[in-house]
């Protein structure tokens, strides 16, 4: 009887935990970092990444977390795919030879519900990004500031279910950190910096690395698998490098991103194979932020980027009808024109047009068809239309008191890539500081994603088009993904420890994978 009523009681108890889904997070970890700060140093951390403007993390209308330059040291992460193993909410596993992260349950194919942004600018790749175990090796970061959940407010709708926003390091002088190991044969990183003013600075870094990766397939398995099947491995001619400068009111940064990696869709097709994945992203980015007034602040960003994945052979096509080679690639271009306001008592205004198009060039796929007919000739065009965005924005921050405020804000968007159509997003917030060491928030977020042109407007593959036949089970996207999240997020501190825990309830509509 006693044994029935403790089995109970713990099922009771289980029940309650996942069906209401509690993260919770101690940033207590480190042993010359977070335990020698304060109470108030822990309080005081800011972010931007949410709103962004400066604000204090607990202010902020979203579940965030931040990982700072000592804190990544101490705990010795190297790679995203480390970080974001432990993010309440995250989970990272692999997926043939490459690292995707899920988060809150939605377990996608690839890291694309994800959006990572480089100092505030966003830097989504072409198509399933390889961001988690490539040459992002943390080491020219001042901070990681991780946000569970669609708060994507000021990001075009293009992202769904969380952001990382990476900040990197600003020094004066020159660093060199270099690794190498058993499973790491070199990871080398220089940083350079010059800070001229306060707001006149100059930093450079750039990092290369080799990975070993490692069997992850059962004994059973391994029979099925021809060729490499190293997971997380990373080869040569992989790299991570920012160029940041600021003077006065302008802001320029120059982005270089490439992985290489095994493929093992194409290796798995013939031991003779030696298929290769390369992800790359190059962008120039520009933002001016001037005050016009001390109330009124006027925002300028553009942004232009070259971005190309693909899968192919290496030397020559692979072997007959047993894979395909893979390219897709675009030309990003962006724009938004913003304001800021504070002359209204005890509101922070910003509103927004932001403006997008994306030219597609080199969308093919090569099949060395014999038996499957028709034979597809070398790179079939999958691919070539134009599209173009359209979004507005506009936000509300009320604080009402030291203790009370609302954030409420509202965004609609426009692809071409679905038409006429305009689809509305946004956000609302009640953010109370109950006591000096307790804070709750309640918020809503609902997010919107446009499929990529690849997955919207592919010519051959997809249901009821002529590609090979294992292209044809699925229909080209027509809808763009909604994410609505419901979430009650409370934050308290004892000594120098911060704890937080969060209930939520999401819901997605014409999920995308």
Request: glycine fraction near 8%; charge should be negative; proline fraction near 3%.
């Amino acid at each position: 009887m006693h044994k029935m009523t403790y089995r109970l009681c713990l099922f009771l108890c289980l029940l309650f935990f996942t069906s209401a889904v509690v993260a919770t997070q101690i940033d207590n970890a480190g042993t010359d970092t977070f335990f020698d700060m304060s109470l108030a140093e822990l309080m005081d951390i800011q972010i931007t990444t949410v709103s962004r403007i400066e604000e204090l993390r607990d202010d902020a209308p979203g579940n965030i977390y931040v990982y700072t330059r000592e804190l990544i040291k101490s705990r010795g992460y190297r790679s995203l795919k480390e970080l974001l193993q432990t993010v309440p909410g995250f989970t990272v596993y692999h997926r043939d030879l490459h690292f995707v992260a899920g988060v809150r349950g939605l377990n996608a194919n690839d890291n694309e519900k994800i959006t990572l942004l480089i100092n505030g600018q966003e830097l989504n790749g072409a198509q399933e990004p390889g961001i988690l175990n490539g040459p992002i090796n943390l080491d020219n970061l001042e901070r990681v500031e991780v946000v569970v959940g669609p708060s994507s407010f000021f990001q075009r709708a293009n992202t769904l279910a969380a952001t990382i926003n990476l900040i990197t390091n600003k020094i004066d002088g020159t660093e060199i950190v270099f690794s190498a190991g058993n499973d790491l044969p070199y990871s080398a990183t220089i940083m350079m910096g010059k800070q001229f003013d306060e707001d006149k600075h100059l930093n450079f870094s750039f990092t290369t690395e080799k990975k070993k990766g490692f069997d992850a397939w059962a004994s059973d398995f391994r029979p099925n698998l021809a060729g490499g099947r190293d997971t997380g491995q990373v080869d040569d001619k992989s790299f991570f490098s920012v160029l940041n400068g600021q003077n006065g009111d302008w802001v320029a940064q120059l982005t270089a991103y490439r992985t290489v990696s095994p493929e093992l869709l194409i290796n798995n097709g013939s031991a003779g194979n030696d298929g290769v994945y390369m992800d790359e992203v190059y962008s120039l980015y520009l933002s001016n932020e001037h005050d016009v007034d001390q109330d009124l602040t006027t925002i300028f960003r553009a942004g232009a980027a070259y971005k190309r994945s693909q899968r192919f052979n290496e030397d020559t096509l692979p072997a007959p009808d047993t894979a395909a080679e893979l390219s897709v690639a675009n030309m990003d271009y962006d724009m938004e024109l913003g304001l800021q306001f504070t002359g209204f008592e005890k509101h922070q205004i910003q509103t927004g047009v932001q403006g997008a198009i994306e030219v597609p060039f080199d969308c093919y796929f090569t099949w060395n068809a014999v038996t499957n007919l028709p034979a597809f000739p070398r790179q079939t065009t999958m691919l070539d239309n134009t599209t173009a965005a359209l979004g507005f924005y506009f936000l509300d921050d009320y604080t009402f008191n030291d203790e009370l405020k609302f954030s409420n804000g509202i965004r609609i968007d426009n692809n071409t890539i679905l038409g006429s159509a305009w689809f509305v997003g946004g956000r609302s917030a009640i953010i109370y500081k109950a006591k000096e060491n307790w804070t709750t928030k309640f918020i809503y977020n609902r997010s919107v994603r446009f499929p990529t042109n690849y997955a919207a407007n592919n010519e051959v593959w997809g249901k009821g088009k002529n590609g090979p036949t294992w292209t044809r089970h699925f229909p080209n996207a027509e809808k763009p993904e909604i994410l609505s999240t419901f979430e009650w997020q409370n934050i308290f501190y004892f000594k120098n420890t911060r704890l937080g825990t969060t209930f939520y309830y999401q819901e997605l509509n014409d999920f995308i994978s």
